[in-house]
């Protein structure tokens, strides 16, 4: 499947900000502490400076239950779509 090289899609930190922190009230420092990460981890994923990794994929699924598998896969598709928009696969002809 292609990805649209226009548009990226959704990185998580987006979705945690948008959909889990701001309707609870959650700052970074207080999700960052009630999952056991550095307070600028949080910040810098919210700010779309930093992948959502297994570890922080597990410590969010426990917090707030989205499934390990949806945080990885958001991470996945936005660094698909991110790679398409930096680097130049045209040259790379299909061998199989």
Known sequence: MRLPTNRLP???GEMLLEEFM?????SARKVAT?????????S???????SVTADT???LDRLFGMG???????QAHYDAALA???????????YA
């Open 10 to 12: 959704t990185h998580p």
């Open 22 to 26: 701001k309707p609870y009230g959650l």
């Open 34 to 42: 009630m999952i056991g990460v550095p307070a600028n981890r949080i």
């Open 44 to 50: 810098e994923i919210v700010a779309g400076n930093r």
């Open 57 to 59: 994929a597990h410590r």
């Open 68 to 74: 390990v598998d949806t945080w990885l896969s958001l």
């Open 84 to 94: 398409l928009q930096k680097n130049d696969y045209s040259g790379i002809r299909q």
